[in-house]
Protein backbone atom coordinates (compact mmCIF):
# COMPACT_ATOMS: atom_id res chain seq x y z
CA UNK A 1 0.00 0.00 0.00
CA UNK A 2 1.17 3.24 -0.57
CA UNK A 3 1.33 6.32 2.48
CA UNK A 4 -1.86 7.81 1.19
CA UNK A 5 -3.60 4.64 1.01
CA UNK A 6 -2.29 3.68 4.66
CA UNK A 7 -3.39 7.25 6.26
CA UNK A 8 -6.38 6.67 4.85
CA UNK A 9 -7.17 3.21 5.71
CA UNK A 10 -5.97 3.93 9.45
CA UNK A 11 -7.89 7.36 8.89
CA UNK A 12 -4.12 9.09 10.33
CA UNK A 13 -3.30 12.38 9.20
CA UNK A 14 -0.04 11.70 6.65
CA UNK A 15 2.35 12.73 8.64
CA UNK A 16 1.91 10.48 11.36
CA UNK A 17 1.41 7.28 9.26
CA UNK A 18 4.71 8.34 7.88
CA UNK A 19 6.54 8.50 11.09
CA UNK A 20 5.18 5.28 11.89
CA UNK A 21 5.86 3.56 8.82
CA UNK A 22 9.09 5.17 9.17
CA UNK A 23 10.11 3.37 12.16
CA UNK A 24 8.61 -0.02 11.22
CA UNK A 25 11.03 0.13 8.38
CA UNK A 26 13.82 0.42 10.80
CA UNK A 27 12.94 -2.31 12.41
CA UNK A 28 12.58 -4.19 9.19
CA UNK A 29 8.81 -4.69 9.88
CA UNK A 30 7.84 -2.96 6.61
CA UNK A 31 10.15 -2.12 3.23
CA UNK A 32 9.37 -0.40 0.43
CA UNK A 33 8.88 -2.21 -3.16
CA UNK A 34 11.96 -1.48 -5.15
CA UNK A 35 11.17 1.19 -7.90
CA UNK A 36 7.66 2.32 -6.21
CA UNK A 37 6.17 4.29 -3.52
CA UNK A 38 4.17 1.72 -1.64
CA UNK A 39 5.08 -0.35 0.99
CA UNK A 40 4.94 -4.04 2.14
CA UNK A 41 5.37 -6.23 4.92
CA UNK A 42 9.40 -7.26 5.49
CA UNK A 43 11.57 -9.73 6.50
CA UNK A 44 11.07 -8.78 10.78
CA UNK A 45 8.07 -10.27 10.93
CA UNK A 46 8.89 -13.51 9.81
CA UNK A 47 11.55 -13.25 12.55
CA UNK A 48 8.69 -12.07 15.09
CA UNK A 49 6.70 -14.83 13.91
CA UNK A 50 9.26 -17.42 14.34
CA UNK A 51 9.96 -16.25 18.22
CA UNK A 52 6.76 -16.55 18.79
CA UNK A 53 6.81 -19.85 17.94
CA UNK A 54 10.08 -20.76 19.66
CA UNK A 55 9.35 -19.24 23.05
CA UNK A 56 5.88 -21.66 22.80
CA UNK A 57 8.16 -24.58 23.90
CA UNK A 58 10.64 -22.62 25.86
CA UNK A 59 7.77 -21.29 28.05
CA UNK A 60 6.40 -24.74 28.84
CA UNK A 61 9.92 -26.34 29.55
CA UNK A 62 10.93 -23.09 31.65
CA UNK A 63 7.50 -22.78 34.23
CA UNK A 64 8.96 -25.20 36.61
CA UNK A 65 12.87 -24.52 36.80
CA UNK A 66 11.58 -21.07 37.35
CA UNK A 67 9.31 -22.15 40.33
CA UNK A 68 12.18 -24.31 41.41
CA UNK A 69 14.90 -20.86 40.97
CA UNK A 70 12.42 -18.88 42.96
CA UNK A 71 12.63 -21.45 45.98
CA UNK A 72 15.68 -21.47 46.32
CA UNK A 73 16.94 -18.02 45.90
CA UNK A 74 13.92 -16.59 47.34
CA UNK A 75 13.87 -13.56 44.40
CA UNK A 76 11.41 -13.53 41.14
CA UNK A 77 12.55 -15.04 38.29
CA UNK A 78 12.26 -13.64 34.54
CA UNK A 79 12.68 -15.98 31.92
CA UNK A 80 13.44 -13.65 28.27
CA UNK A 81 13.52 -13.75 24.50
CA UNK A 82 15.80 -10.93 22.37
CA UNK A 83 13.37 -9.52 19.57
CA UNK A 84 14.95 -7.34 17.62
CA UNK A 85 17.08 -4.72 20.02
CA UNK A 86 15.12 -5.67 23.15
CA UNK A 87 14.38 -8.65 25.54
CA UNK A 88 10.70 -9.36 26.37
CA UNK A 89 9.58 -11.49 29.11
CA UNK A 90 7.83 -14.72 28.25
CA UNK A 91 7.64 -16.05 31.72
CA UNK A 92 7.75 -14.46 35.34
CA UNK A 93 7.67 -16.36 38.59
CA UNK A 94 7.13 -13.99 41.62
CA UNK A 95 9.32 -14.13 44.43
CA UNK A 96 7.73 -16.77 46.86
CA UNK A 97 7.48 -15.03 50.08
CA UNK A 98 3.46 -14.14 49.27
CA UNK A 99 3.57 -10.16 48.77
CA UNK A 100 2.31 -8.17 46.34
CA UNK A 101 4.15 -8.25 43.13
CA UNK A 102 3.04 -6.78 39.37
CA UNK A 103 2.97 -9.71 36.86
CA UNK A 104 5.64 -9.03 34.47
CA UNK A 105 4.93 -11.21 31.56
CA UNK A 106 5.31 -9.06 28.30
CA UNK A 107 7.43 -6.19 29.16
CA UNK A 108 10.34 -5.44 27.45
CA UNK A 109 13.72 -4.07 28.61
CA UNK A 110 16.68 -2.94 26.08
CA UNK A 111 19.15 -5.76 25.51
CA UNK A 112 22.21 -3.87 26.51
CA UNK A 113 20.79 -2.94 29.94
CA UNK A 114 19.50 -6.22 31.10
CA UNK A 115 21.23 -9.00 31.94
CA UNK A 116 19.27 -11.68 30.35
CA UNK A 117 19.90 -9.51 27.02
CA UNK A 118 23.17 -9.61 28.02
CA UNK A 119 23.26 -13.17 28.44
CA UNK A 120 22.34 -13.89 25.05
CA UNK A 121 24.45 -11.25 23.39
CA UNK A 122 27.33 -13.07 24.33
CA UNK A 123 26.22 -16.06 22.66
CA UNK A 124 24.96 -14.36 19.56
CA UNK A 125 27.79 -12.13 17.86
CA UNK A 126 25.48 -11.35 14.62
CA UNK A 127 23.09 -9.85 17.11
CA UNK A 128 25.37 -8.55 19.71
CA UNK A 129 27.57 -6.26 16.22
CA UNK A 130 24.13 -5.17 15.14
CA UNK A 131 23.11 -3.32 18.36
CA UNK A 132 26.55 -2.41 19.13
CA UNK A 133 27.23 -0.84 15.64
CA UNK A 134 24.54 1.68 16.26
CA UNK A 135 27.23 3.47 18.67
CA UNK A 136 26.41 5.03 21.74
CA UNK A 137 23.30 3.37 23.39
CA UNK A 138 19.80 4.29 25.21
CA UNK A 139 20.75 5.05 28.71
CA UNK A 140 17.61 3.69 31.03
CA UNK A 141 19.68 5.08 34.26
CA UNK A 142 22.45 6.84 35.29
CA UNK A 143 24.33 3.55 35.97
CA UNK A 144 23.23 1.87 32.54
CA UNK A 145 26.37 0.90 30.79
CA UNK A 146 26.06 2.82 27.07
CA UNK A 147 29.27 2.72 25.29
CA UNK A 148 29.99 -0.31 22.86
CA UNK A 149 33.46 -0.65 23.80
CA UNK A 150 32.66 -1.02 27.26
CA UNK A 151 29.55 -3.12 26.42
CA UNK A 152 32.07 -5.35 24.62
CA UNK A 153 34.46 -6.19 27.37
CA UNK A 154 31.59 -6.97 29.65
CA UNK A 155 30.14 -9.63 26.79
CA UNK A 156 33.96 -11.39 26.83
CA UNK A 157 33.59 -11.44 30.40
CA UNK A 158 30.15 -13.24 29.94
CA UNK A 159 31.58 -15.87 27.32
CA UNK A 160 33.86 -17.24 29.80
CA UNK A 161 31.37 -17.65 32.79
CA UNK A 162 27.94 -18.44 31.00
CA UNK A 163 26.80 -15.67 34.09
CA UNK A 164 25.99 -12.12 33.23
CA UNK A 165 24.93 -9.48 36.00
CA UNK A 166 23.25 -5.61 35.88
CA UNK A 167 23.24 -3.48 38.83
CA UNK A 168 20.77 -0.37 38.41
CA UNK A 169 21.29 -0.15 34.72
CA UNK A 170 17.55 -0.79 33.93
CA UNK A 171 15.53 0.57 37.00
CA UNK A 172 17.42 2.02 40.26
CA UNK A 173 17.46 -0.48 43.11
CA UNK A 174 17.05 -3.65 41.18
CA UNK A 175 19.90 -5.86 39.63
CA UNK A 176 19.65 -9.11 38.00
CA UNK A 177 21.43 -12.61 37.46
CA UNK A 178 20.77 -14.42 34.36
CA UNK A 179 22.19 -17.41 32.41
CA UNK A 180 21.84 -17.95 28.22
CA UNK A 181 19.42 -20.61 27.60
CA UNK A 182 20.59 -23.08 24.85
CA UNK A 183 18.58 -25.50 22.25
CA UNK A 184 20.02 -29.09 20.74
CA UNK A 185 21.26 -26.67 17.72
CA UNK A 186 23.48 -25.29 20.36
CA UNK A 187 22.13 -21.83 19.50
CA UNK A 188 20.71 -19.14 22.08
CA UNK A 189 16.63 -19.44 22.47
CA UNK A 190 16.35 -17.42 25.81
CA UNK A 191 17.91 -16.69 29.16
CA UNK A 192 16.52 -16.69 32.60
CA UNK A 193 17.41 -15.22 35.72
CA UNK A 194 16.68 -13.67 38.90
CA UNK A 195 15.76 -10.25 39.72
CA UNK A 196 17.30 -8.97 42.59
CA UNK A 197 15.81 -5.70 44.64
CA UNK A 198 17.55 -3.51 46.84
CA UNK A 199 20.67 -4.44 48.28
CA UNK A 200 21.50 -8.39 48.73
CA UNK A 201 24.55 -10.32 51.02
CA UNK A 202 23.47 -13.37 48.85
CA UNK A 203 25.15 -14.43 45.29
CA UNK A 204 22.64 -16.32 42.78
CA UNK A 205 24.78 -16.98 40.45
CA UNK A 206 25.27 -20.86 41.55
CA UNK A 207 21.64 -21.05 41.24
CA UNK A 208 20.87 -19.33 37.75
CA UNK A 209 24.32 -21.24 36.46
CA UNK A 210 22.49 -24.88 37.45
CA UNK A 211 19.19 -24.06 36.16
CA UNK A 212 19.94 -22.87 33.27
CA UNK A 213 22.28 -25.77 32.37
CA UNK A 214 19.21 -27.75 33.34
CA UNK A 215 16.63 -25.95 31.41
CA UNK A 216 19.13 -26.43 28.11
CA UNK A 217 19.81 -29.76 28.82
CA UNK A 218 15.84 -30.57 28.33
CA UNK A 219 15.88 -28.35 24.78
CA UNK A 220 18.54 -30.91 23.81
CA UNK A 221 21.28 -29.13 24.15
CA UNK A 222 24.89 -31.23 24.49
CA UNK A 223 26.79 -28.81 26.92
CA UNK A 224 26.42 -25.49 28.42
CA UNK A 225 27.61 -22.82 27.52
CA UNK A 226 29.10 -24.11 24.21
CA UNK A 227 32.66 -24.60 23.63
CA UNK A 228 34.28 -21.07 22.45
CA UNK A 229 35.58 -20.96 18.92
Known amino acids: MSLSELSTRLDLAPSTTHGIVRTLVEHGMVVQERGSSRYQLGPAVLRLGNVYLDTLELRSKAAPWAEDLARRTGMAVRTGVLLIDDVVIIHHEPRPDGSRQMPEVGIVIPAHASALGKAMLAFMPEDADRIL ?44 TAGPVFDSSGGVVGAIGVVISGSSDTDPSGHVRETAQALSRELGAQTWPPPRD
Not at 136 to 162: C, F, H, K, N
Open 133 to 176: ATGELRSMTGETLTSPDDIRVQLEQIRATGIAHELDEAVIGEGA
